[in-house]
C-alpha cells in the first residue's frame, strides 16, 4: 500500500464551548491525518487498517487460507484488510462491542478473556489459529505509567490466548506502548516464539507511542 497523498491546507480550531484544549488538538490531528482522509475516501472503517496493511506488506502474515483471530475487533480495520489479504481462510473478529457486518468475517459478541473463549474460537475456525491480532488498547487515565500497565495487562492476557488458539508456526501481532515492554513478557514470548521483534508502521503517528509486537513461528 503506497502512502497517502499530503492534504494542502491545515485545518485549525478554536477552542470553542464544550471543548477542552486536548479534544481541539486531537480532533484537529483527525481533520489533518491524511490517514483518516483516506480511509474515508477508499470505505475502510478506521485508519488502524492500513497499520496492518503496511505490517502484513513487510512480514506477510497473512497468508491465503489462512485462519485469523482479531481481539477487540470493532470498529473493524482490522478484520476488513485480514479477510481481503487471506481470500478463502477464515477471519473470526471478537469484541464486546456489536460489529457491523464485515464481507468474509465471522463476528463474536464475546470478552475474549473469558475461560470458554479459546474452545469456542477454535471450534469456530475448525482447528488452531494460524495469525492473532490485537490492536486493542485499555481506556486512557492520563497518567503515563497506569495507562502503560494497564495496555501491558492486555498484551499479556492476549498474548496467552494465542498460546491457547495458534497452530504451531502462527504469529502473534499486539499493540504495545513505549515505555519499556515488560521483560518477563519479552522472555516468554522468545521462549514460545522463534522470532520477537517491535515494528512502528508508517501509519502509526510519529508522537504516538504506540509499537506493535510481533511474534512469528510458535513452537507450541
Keep these: 500500500m503506497s502512502g497517502p497523498k499530503e492534504r494542502p491546507l491545515k485545518v485549525r480550531l478554536k477552542t470553542g464551548k464544550g471543548r ?6 486531537w480532533l484537529e490531528r483527525q481533520l489533518n491525518d491524511p490517514y483518516v482522509a483516506r480511509a474515508r475516501r477508499e470505505g475502510l472503517r478506521s485508519r488502524a487498517a492500513y497499520k496492518l496493511a503496511e505490517i502484513d506488506d513487510k512480514h506477510r502474515i497473512l497468508k491465503a487460507g489462512a485462519r485469523v483471530v482479531d481481539l477487540g475487533a470493532a470498529p473493524g480495520g482490522w478484520s476488513e484488510i485480514a479477510a481481503k489479504r487471506v481470500g478463502n481462510g477464515k477471519v473470526i473478529a471478537i469484541d464486546l462491542l456489536e460489529l457491523a457486518p464485515i464481507a468474509g468475517v465471522d463476528a463474536i459478541k464475546l470478552d475474549f478473556l473469558d475461560p470458554t473463549a479459546p474452545a469456542r474460537l477454535k471450534a469456530m475456525l475448525d482447528g488452531p489459529a494460524d495469525v492473532v491480532l490485537s490492536d486493542m488498547a485499555a481506556n486512557a487515565t492520563g497518567h ?5 500497565l494497564k495496555v501491558m495487562a492486555l498484551v499479556e492476557a492476549a498474548a496467552e490466548f494465542a498460546r491457547e488458539v495458534l497452530r504451531p508456526g502462527g504469529s502473534f501481532l499486539s499493540k504495545v506502548i513505549q515505555g519499556g515492554t515488560e521483560a518477563a513478557l519479552l522472555a516468554a514470548l522468545k521462549r514460545d516464539f522463534a522470532s520477537v521483534k517491535h515494528v512502528k508502521p508508517a501509519a502509526s503517528r510519529a508522537d504516538s507511542a504506540e509499537l506493535y509486537l510481533l511474534a512469528t513461528g510458535f513452537r507450541g
Design 20 to 25: 477542552t484544549v486536548s479534544s481541539k488538538r
Design 144 to 148: 503515563k505509567r497506569t495507562d502503560h
